[in-house]
């Protein structure tokens, strides 16, 4: 039974005007964004209807075989049925037996194994498009035209003796939606023929134990969906962009459930913390935070520790601010010890600053000798050199590298070489997009259910993950997978060192080269 084609759901009469308009879609840009994203979604929708009725035509043509080769197989079995009757007969006219052999002049190929493997796949493809047209599409509906999905699905397991070649299809995917739309819709009489199809039709991506190729469906007509949008954007199958879209969902589900847990475990600890003049702590030393995580502190600044169960003490100052801090560089001291206006009082410390635990680099500024309490936050880089006592001792080392630069050109001495760091096979650094993400996991050699969890974030969104985050997404390799990212940051790190100070260097030698040739800056 055919199915009857898809119309797409009545739009406004705006819309309608819209959708009919030989004119460019572009000219509604400069009516505003809404606009556009109106028009853009209908060109989606429509592109997809057309696949989905592509689809069923490859399917009604499958079935016509299917039937002309059972056809073709009766007639077969009739004349044999008749040559076994007439075995004896030796009046049978010679005209007779030509006409009764005339069928058999032009034999019907039955459809091969692949050819049934390409509607299999086409028919769960058009199961997917359904759901994501049913807001869409009307007369029939997406829920009616399930059940004609479901005749030729029945015809085709049948024909194969079985659903077990219709199970072994596990490209394309099924999404989250399709699987809903088939729960909430199949009849009685259709859901044990979907419950037989296996995993591979009754769960989702998401759920599957590995990787499934990217389906391209390839249809008879040769027709191809449009491939660049009237903006010159490329369009993404709809199907995969379904697939990503769930994958995304699904790990950002498993990600807001830890940070609630651990949420939870703080407000916990927060009950159970001593009293306030007891988590009174002075700063032994500046501390300038790195990170939006940590907290920038001043010699002798007063904090309340809020939480102290790790090396990394979370900390508040005097305005609220909240973030952690070295504990090694705080002192516990009475509430005595506090004048009510809480003033920052700095003392000289004689003492070298004690590094942060685990071998954590710190960045400690000294006490200024001229005793003010101002704090200035430098605006330049990390890897700059600070501005203050140290600003003599960078002149100087800048003029004996002037000079060695100077005398090395001179005495033609072999130029210093820095050796960057090696690049991995796989590239991932900040802004890495989710298919670089995917191919460093792989890379890696962690297991598919790690790449697809977690390949479908960006570079950043995978580096701001923490240790016990990771292991919420991915339980069996989410400590590895913190390790090598931790590794991708060093190494990231020492090019972008590199990086600056082959700048420097190339800066410093070409004023050298200038002074050399009595040429000016």
């Not at 819209?18 to 606009?35: E, Y």
């Not at 249809?219 to 199958?237: H, N, R, S, T, V």
């Not at 960045?363 to 501005?387: E, Q, Y």
Request: proline share 7%.
């Amino acid at each position: 039974m055919a199915a009857p084609p898809i119309i797409p759901r009545r739009q406004s009469k705006a819309a309608n005007d819209t959708a009919a308009s030989t004119r460019p879609i572009g000219v509604n840009a400069l009516n505003g964004g809404d606009r556009v994203k109106t028009d853009i979604g209908l060109i989606h929708a429509q592109r997809e209807v057309e696949l989905v009725n592509h689809c069923f035509a490859d399917v009604e043509h499958f079935m016509a075989r299917l039937q002309q080769t059972a056809e073709a197989k009766n007639i077969l079995e009739q004349q044999k049925n008749k040559k076994n009757s007439k075995k004896n007969d030796k009046k049978k006219s010679k005209k007779k037996k030509e006409q009764d052999d005339a069928p058999l002049t032009q034999p019907v190929t039955p459809p091969s194994e692949k050819e049934f493997v390409d509607i299999f796949q086409k028919i769960k493809y058009s199961l997917c498009l359904l759901d994501r047209l049913k807001t869409k599409i009307s007369g029939p509906t997406s829920e009616e035209l399930l059940h004609h999905v479901f005749i030729p699905l029945h015809l085709m397991v049948k024909t194969t003796g079985g659903p077990e070649l219709a199970a072994m299809v596990s490209s394309p995917a099924m999404t989250s939606g399709a699987i809903s739309l088939l729960q909430q819709n199949l009849n009685e009489q259709e859901k044990p023929l979907w419950k037989s199809l296996g995993p591979n039709w009754n769960l989702p991506y998401s759920q599957l134990n590995e990787m499934v190729p990217q389906y391209k469906p390839v249809f008879l007509d040769g027709w191809q969906p449009m491939a660049i949008d009237p903006y010159g954007q490329p369009i993404e199958d709809p199907i995969e962009s379904q697939h990503k879209h769930e994958a995304l969902m699904q790990t950002q589900q498993v990600l807001d459930q830890a940070r609630l847990t651990v949420y939870q475990e703080h407000d916990g600890m927060e009950d159970s913390l001593p009293p306030h003049e007891e988590r009174l702590y002075r700063c032994s030393y500046d501390f300038v935070a790195r990170n939006s995580s940590e907290l920038s502190v001043l010699h002798g600044e007063t904090l309340e520790v809020v939480e102290s169960s790790k090396r990394w003490w979370k900390c508040k100052n005097e305005y609220g601010q909240v973030g952690f801090v070295p504990h090694n560089i705080l002192e516990p001291i009475n509430h005595a010890e506090v004048d009510s206006s809480n003033v920052v009082i700095r003392h000289q410390s004689l003492k070298a600053p004690i590094p942060p635990p685990g071998g954590g680099r710190m960045s400690c500024v000294l006490p200024s000798p001229t005793g003010k309490n101002a704090f200035h936050l430098d605006p330049r880089p990390h890897s700059m050199p600070p501005i203050g006592d140290d600003g003599d001792k960078v002149y100087m080392m800048n003029d004996e590298l002037l000079q060695r630069l100077a005398n090395g050109r001179a005495a033609s001495v072999r130029p210093v070489v820095i050796n960057k760091a090696n690049e991995t096979t796989a590239p991932l650094d900040y802004h890495s997009p989710s298919a670089e993400v995917q191919g460093w996991l792989r890379a890696k050699g962690f297991n598919d259910y790690t790449v697809r969890s977690l390949g479908v974030l960006t570079g950043a969104q995978l580096f701001s993950l923490n240790k016990e985050e990771l292991r919420a997404v991915c339980p069996e390799e989410g400590t590895r997978v913190y390790s090598q990212i931790m590794v991708q940051k060093a190494l990231l790190e020492d090019e972008r060192k590199a990086t600056e100070l082959e700048a420097i260097m190339k800066k410093q030698k070409m004023k050298v080269d200038l002074k050399a040739e009595g040429g000016e800056f």
